[in-house]
């Protein structure tokens, strides 16, 4: 059995959330980015999170949405943790935990070595990283669009917090991503669709099973 931690993003349905949750899922993302195909409203949002508390850790996905935004998902929905995935400053992440409470993970988007280097400033303020593939040019997301990068990059990072990488993965290639970068934790969204924003309870449990065999 490995030890890798996964988190499964952009869920908006029961069903697949308790597939999730089942499988063991450490981290369940919900999405409240209104572009994304994964979008949950609060209301949604606040059923999962119910589903989910105390069973895995629950992260609200956001992209540099204001101090009231962050504040009614709080509110509502009580995550554990944000995930800030837009263009946040270190200073903003750093303010988030002070006023929230939670913990905060921050997206560095990668497509090359020197893109790392940015991790180095939010390290100091964020409780983990996600290295996630730079979008491609002219997507409206700046996740899940199911890219990958050079996994490779990764390799003997020393960072002195966690951090996952995420970016294309699936249940066919997730070995091989934790294999040639040496990653303790794997983030996962188009990689468990059947369609555009439709999760897949199957794919899910592929995904899982094959963390689990690496
Ligand atoms: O998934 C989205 O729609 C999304 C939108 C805005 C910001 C982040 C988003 N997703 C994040 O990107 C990673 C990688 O996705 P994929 O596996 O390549 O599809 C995903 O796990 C989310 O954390």
């Not at 981290?27 to 980015?33: A, N, Q």
């Not at 294999?179 to 969204?189: A, I, L, T």
């Not at 669709?193 to 995904?207: H, M, P, T």
Request: hydrophobic share 45%.
């Amino acid at each position: 059995m490995s030890d890798i931690k996964v988190k499964i993003c952009g869920l908006s349905t029961e069903e697949t959330m308790e597939a999730a949750l089942d499988a063991g899922a450490d981290m369940v993302g919900l999405m409240f980015f209104p572009k994304s195909p994964r979008h949950v409203s609060l209301s949604d949002a606040c059923k999962l999170a119910d589903m989910a508390r105390d069973r895995a850790e629950i992260v609200a996905v956001t992209v540099d949405m204001d101090l009231d935004g962050l504040s009614r998902i709080k509110e509502l929905v009580a995550p554990d943790t944000f995930q800030f995935h837009g263009s946040e400053a270190p200073e903003a992440c750093a303010a988030a935990k002070v006023m929230h409470g939670t913990g905060v993970m921050k997206a560095v988007s990668v497509a090359a070595k020197e893109d790392l280097e940015k991790a180095l400033y939010y390290s100091v303020v964020a409780d983990r990283i996600l290295f996630d593939a730079k979008p491609p040019k002219g997507s409206d997301l700046p996740g899940g669009n199911g890219v990958s990068y050079d996994w490779s990059l990764l390799k003997d990072l020393d960072l002195k917090k966690p951090f996952m990488l995420s970016g294309g993965l699936n249940a066919d290639n997730v070995a091989e991503a934790i294999r040639v970068s040496g990653v303790k934790e794997v983030d996962v969204s188009s990689g468990v669709e059947r369609d555009k924003g439709v999760k897949d309870s199957n794919l899910i449990r592929a995904f899982m099973a094959a963390v689990k065999a690496a």
